[in-house]
């Protein structure tokens, strides 16, 4: 029997290496926690005038859009008049929309982005965008638009009664536009306009994008400067990676400072937090149901969107700092309803942040254990009311490294864990409310006493410790404030107009099943053989390697079998008939010229025989030929001014090559019966006199 002393040894040198390999070299672990749930999360980033939303699944009430509402898929937006609104769905792609406007999240995932746009204007802006990886896709009236390029794109659905829809496309983009029977590409620049019914219905005519300008493009480009001048003043790829939008925000509200403990952190300006009485994080905004998630803190600051979603709050030196990291990083940033822990106290929810070396605790967890036959989460798909949403785990972007060097051991870190909250955060970060004021309106939050929030914070937190049990929005009886609940709302277009060129399954892109049907017709395009030229830059067709083929499709070649039955018409003119009187050569042939003659008269005289095609299988029969000497048939004569057989006394007429007119048509010559010699009448008989001779 082995000892297993080689393999003590062999364990004993591998753990510090399993270990290193989950730590970088700023001595920062990577966890490859993935939530739940991993639903897409975009939000409102600009709001103006009456905004509403309802959600998806079995929230179907109208609610009253704010600024930073999350928005999932599945989501209904409508705005009213003179409403302005501005969501962002990453770093790079904003989304716009004017007043009138209805607009339907149909698919958010990390793979692609499909939006139904009954009525209204909306103008869609992505800076960066590659096809291979993702979609963008605009369904309007019997239309869809695919996003090609980067660029910015408008379209203007009209209203319910409308006929005709306009697209344009600027700032270097290109999409594909495609209607109920066609399809067609727009170029930078352009602006297509759309005919829905009527004798031209799924034609369009294009024109400049740049003579449709009107106040809605004002504000666009308005915001468009607004978010380049955040963009070029952000901090991406070096305090917070791309997936934690929404933090360009952050630079015009505080600055971000170093510390030996947490790295580089933010902190807000005394005048961004003096206008709250005795502010603290997550005290000044509500709680909002969102599905897929449940509840949600919705922040009353403008630059809370990335604080309130990702990392950790800490309080150091008496301020409140902002990490985009907690101590254990995840390898990708997960949007999170909220990072806080939520505890039940004497009839009153309580919650206050998670500190810096606190595990994300899931508070919603109790609503999907408690809901196991709605929702079901396997193998990243969520399934919730037997709707699917299937969820793709995307790569990670590379996470920057601004925190400190720790030489933290493992016995240090458990010490630590085992140490209450009370070291880490102060007992007025407490925030309680009454258990059935809970999600039913906004503010009105407390402070519970002193000695209640130390004896909340003085419990140490358990990663196995039951959630607390949080009303579902069903149990809220639609009792719920005026500044959320809507009690007439407007009666959205998207139960009236159908949108698309097809019917859009969630979750899967149109584009190539419109392209080959729209444009291609179910057939196979064309895809010519290149190669790169001589200097490497670029490609050229390869006149050499065959035949250069025409079309944008292949066309389906015709069957073998109709190949073999049907045949061109022939021409067949019968056989060559040849007369006597022709002039023999000296070798005994005859002259062919009064053949030819004869055969230029016949074809005058006579319409061409049309002789219908044979079957392949049947042998053509040749018509009998038979010898001149054997044909009863005398020859024709010919009029006076042709060459005659015998040459007469008087001198020869040269014979013309073209006689100017036509012949005399002559009796047809029977072949049984010889006639009688036509006689000639004297020059000095009567002619009248010999017609009547004939006559008796």
């Not at 603290?280 to 630059?303: A, I, K, L, M, Q």
């Not at 798909?381 to 037997?386: H, Q, S």
Request: proline share 10%; net charge positive; charged share 30%.
């Amino acid at each position: 029997m082995r000892s297993p002393r080689p393999f003590l040894w062999v364990t004993i040198f591998l753990l510090p290496l399993i270990l290193l390999l989950n730590q970088n070299a700023s001595g920062v672990v990577y966890d490859d926690y993935t939530p739940e749930v991993t639903a897409r999360v975009v939000r409102i980033s600009v709001i103006r005038g009456d905004v509403q939303i309802r959600r998806s699944g079995e929230n179907q009430a109208w609610e009253k859009a704010t600024l930073n509402l999350p928005i999932v898929e599945g989501d209904e937006l409508t705005t009213g008049a003179d409403s302005r609104i501005e969501i962002q769905f990453d770093k790079d792609s904003y989304l716009r929309l004017s007043e009138y406007a209805t607009l339907k999240i149909t698919t958010l995932r990390d793979e692609g982005v499909a939006l139904s746009l009954p009525q209204g204007t909306m103008s869609l802006r992505v800076l960066n965008f590659d096809k291979e990886r993702n979609y963008y896709e605009i369904d309007a009236p019997s239309t869809t638009v695919s996003v090609e390029r980067a660029g910015m794109y408008r379209i203007d659905a009209g209203d319910t009664r409308g006929n005709e829809i306009r697209v344009a496309v600027t700032q270097g983009g290109e999409a594909r536009v495609y209607s109920q029977n066609s399809g067609f590409t727009l170029k930078n620049g352009r602006s297509a306009k759309l005919f829905l019914s009527g004798n031209f219905a799924g034609e369009w005519e294009t024109g400049d994008a740049s003579r449709y300008a009107d106040d809605f493009d004002t504000w666009v480009m308005e915001r468009e400067s607004a978010v380049a001048k955040r963009l070029r003043d952000s901090y991406y790829d070096k305090y917070y990676d791309r997936d934690i939008y929404g933090a360009e925000d952050l630079n015009e509200y505080g600055e971000w400072i170093y510390t030996r403990k947490y790295g580089y952190v933010w902190r807000p300006f005394r005048s961004a937090t003096s206008g709250y009485t005795d502010w603290s994080p997550y005290r000044y905004g509500h709680w909002r149901w969102v599905s897929f998630y449940g509840w949600t803190w919705v922040n009353d600051e403008p630059w809370g969107w990335a604080t309130y979603h990702h990392g950790r709050w800490i309080w150091d030196d008496g301020y409140w700092h902002w990490s985009p990291y907690a101590n254990s990083r995840w390898r990708r940033s997960w949007w999170r309803p909220a990072m806080v822990s939520i505890v039940t106290w004497n009839g009153s929810v309580c919650w206050y942040p998670l500190s810096y070396y606190d595990s994300y605790y899931d508070y919603n967890s109790y609503y999907y254990r408690r809901n196991r036959g709605n929702v079901r989460i396997y193998n990243n798909t969520t399934i919730i009311n037997n709707n699917t949403t299937v969820v793709v785990n995307p790569t990670p972007n590379p996470t920057p490294n601004n925190q400190p060097v720790t030489n933290e051991t493992r016995e240090d870190r458990l010490a630590r864990l085992q140490t209450p909250p009370l070291q880490r955060i102060p007992p007025g970060a407490v925030v309680s409310v009454d258990s059935k004021e809970f999600g039913r309106r906004t503010g009105g939050y407390k402070t519970p006493p002193f000695e209640t929030g130390k004896t909340i914070l003085s419990k140490v937190p358990d990663d196995n410790q039951t959630p607390p049990i949080l009303p579902d929005y069903k149990d809220l009886d639609r009792k719920i404030s005026k500044e959320i609940l809507i009690e007439n709302p407007r009666e959205p277009a998207t139960d009236k107009v159908k949108t698309g060129a097809m019917e859009r399954k969630p979750g899967a892109s149109m584009d190539e099943d419109l392209r080959k049907q729209r444009i291609f017709g179910n057939r196979i395009p064309v895809t010519p053989k290149t190669e790169p030229n001589e200097t490497g830059g670029g490609i050229i067709v390869n006149p050499n390697s065959e035949t250069r083929k025409t079309g944008a499709v292949n066309r389906p070649l015709p069957k073998q079998e109709d190949n073999e039955t049907k045949q061109p018409p022939v021409f067949n003119p019968g056989p060559v008939r040849t007369t006597g009187g022709g002039k023999r050569d000296n070798d005994g042939t005859q002259d062919q010229k009064p053949v030819q003659r004869e055969r230029q008269r016949e074809e005058k005289q006579s319409p061409p025989i049309y002789v219908p095609p044979q079957p392949k299988q049947e042998e053509r029969r040749e018509r009998p030929t038979f010898p001149q000497q054997q044909r009863n048939e005398k020859p024709r004569e010919e009029p006076r001014q042709q060459p005659q057989p015998k040459p007469r006394e008087e001198p020869r007429q040269q014979p013309q090559p073209k006689p100017r007119e036509e012949p005399r048509p002559q009796p047809r010559i029977e072949p049984k019966s010889e006639p009688k010699p036509e006689q000639k009448p004297s020059p000095k008989q009567n002619p009248d006199k010999s017609e009547k001779d004939n006559r008796r």
